[in-house]
């Protein structure tokens, strides 16, 4: 695990942080709402979005349950444990809830929307149920809620990309933003739960997206990541005779286009749609980072057409060899699951080669979690013991800390351009920022005048296993 947030949709460090945004005049708001979330990167920004309405209804943000009138939890459903978490901080609710009646308690996100009105039955102390396509309807609903009603909405829409609500940027370092550009997803991965708890993909209108990150830019941010599940799938049409569809290579240029020294990251990439339009993109913006997240899932042709993820290994390695041919030097990561159904030890085996061959330079690594509804759960069988899964993601996870540390020995001796994000988390004596290709790097204030949010060259000078340790170098 890096030791500060991954820059990634799928972000673990992150799971279960309450935030506030840093202004927060309690004159203008009536009372207060207490969020916390879970899961990927796109419910912490749905989170930013929620703030934002809740803001319009007079609520203001507290990090603090006690002084809260309406407590919210945005949960995940990827995996059973990430529901079990929220399970078990509901139950940590109830001492606040018995103490103070008045107390509202709402769940959202993918886990609302997958168990629905069931939640009400199972956590008695939910009083209300919203999906991430409901959110514009949360004012109303705590009216219901208020007047004692039990209050639910899950209803999923094929156009809601909240594309003009202006996000509230929580507990914000100033410097880095996400910036949602789609919704939902299409793929049905036969493991994945996703598409059941945010219904079909849809893109967000380009302009807003150009806007947002347009104001980011004007307010010092120096650095944006475009999410969505997939957004290399991302194409917005308006419709309007003689207005050309925009794909994604095309908004990724519009977005660096914005200025020089505005950073542009993306995530996440499925490898079956990555263009050679997008990687030529990259080349061309030097403001583009040369990272991108492709999530593999396994090295085996036989469980990838399981999964339904639609390539073969091989197709993966020729994407691999492809983005390393156009783009030289660019960081590559990843998503594994160990143990799917039917799994091999020679189907892992195929995955660790696979692994070796691609040389990443980070995964997220995972057990296979059965989920209740998706394609596998109603096709196959869950059949690989718990202990075979975890020896199995043991070796996975062994053989990536060995590439990350070759990638990261690799980087010693040689310069980076680095945006400075903020104090190390472990001394304010050193900053701590990111290199293009998205690895942390620690270095010392001592003799430089550098602010957060300036571009500096640092030299990698010595490695952990998960980051840079560097010096600054002035003519870099
Ligand atoms: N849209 C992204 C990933 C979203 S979920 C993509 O397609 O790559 C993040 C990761 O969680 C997935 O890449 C997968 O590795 C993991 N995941 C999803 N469902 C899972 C399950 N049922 N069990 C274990 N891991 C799962
Ligand atoms: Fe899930 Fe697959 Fe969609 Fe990713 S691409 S969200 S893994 S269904
Ligand atoms: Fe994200 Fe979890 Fe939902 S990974 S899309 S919050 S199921």
């Known amino acids: 695990m890096l030791d500060v947030l991954p820059h990634k949709i799928h972000d673990e460090s992150r799971q279960g942080e309450a935030y506030a945004p840093f202004v927060n005049d309690p004159s203008v708001y009536r009372k207060k709402f207490y969020i916390e979330s879970y899961g ?10 929620v703030a934002s309405i809740l803001n319009g209804a007079g609520f203001g943000a507290t990090r603090n349950v006690e002084e809260a009138d309406l407590l919210l939890l945005n949960t995940c459903s990827i995996r059973e444990k990430a529901e079990q978490t929220v399970r078990n901080r509901l139950t940590a609710f109830r001492k606040a809830k018995e103490s103070r009646p008045g107390l509202l308690v709402g769940m959202l996100g993918c886990m609302a929307e997958r168990l629905k009105s069931k939640l009400l039955e199972e956590e008695k102390l939910v009083d209300m149920v919203v999906g991430p396509d409901a959110y514009r309807s949360l004012p109303a609903l705590i ?117 020089p020294l505005l950073r542009v990251r993306f995530s996440t990439s499925h490898p079956k749609d990555i263009t050679d339009d997008v990687l030529h993109v990259m080349v061309r913006y030097d403001n583009i980072c040369k990272y991108i997240h492709l999530p593999v899932q396994s090295g085996s042709t036989r469980i990838l057409q399981l999964m339904n993820r639609t390539y073969t ?63 596998a759960q109603r096709r196959y069988t869950d059949d690989i013991p718990e202990e075979v899964k975890k020896r199995r993601l043991q070796e996975i996870v062994s053989l990536q800390n060995e590439l990350s540390r070759q ?56 490695c952990t296993k998960a980051t840079l340790l560097g010096e600054v170098v002035m003519n870099g």
């Open 40 to 49: 990927c990167q796109m419910n912490f920004s749905d989170s930013e979005i």
């Open 143 to 259: 009216e219901e809620a208020e007047g004692g009603q039990k209050a639910v909405n899950v209803l999923l829409s094929r156009e809601e990309t909240y594309a003009d609500i202006s996000p509230v940027r929580l507990d914000s370092n100033g410097i880095t933003a996400f910036v949602s550009i789609m919704r939902g997803c299409n793929n049905m991965c036969t493991f994945c739960v996703v598409p059941f708890t945010r219904g079909r993909e849809r893109s967000r209108d380009a302009d807003s997206i150009i806007a947002e990150c347009t104001d980011l830019f004007n307010r010092g941010y120096k650095e944006v990541t475009l999410l969505g599940q997939n957004v290399d799938s991302y194409f917005f049409a308006t419709g309007n005779a003689g207005e050309q569809a925009v794909t994604f290579a095309m908004l990724l240029e519009k977005v660096a286009d914005i200025s």
């Open 313 to 375: 290994r091989e197709w993966y390695m020729a994407k691999i060899d492809r983005i390393r041919e156009i783009i030289p030097g660019c960081g590559i990561s990843s998503d594994i699951i160990a143990g799917f159904c039917t799994e091999t030890e020679e189907d892992h085996k195929d995955t660790l080669s696979l692994m070796e061959y691609s040389g990443y330079d980070m995964s997220y690594m995972f057990f296979y979690s059965e989920r209740p509804g998706t394609l």
């Open 407 to 462: 990638s990261n020995e690799k980087d010693t001796g040689r310069t980076f351009e680095v945006l400075i994000e903020g104090d190390s988390k472990k001394s304010t004596e050193d900053w701590m920022g990111r290199t293009s290709q998205n690895k942390v790097i620690v270095f010392s204030k001592k003799d430089h005048p550098f602010s957060k949010g300036d571009y500096v060259h640092v030299r990698v000078t010595d």
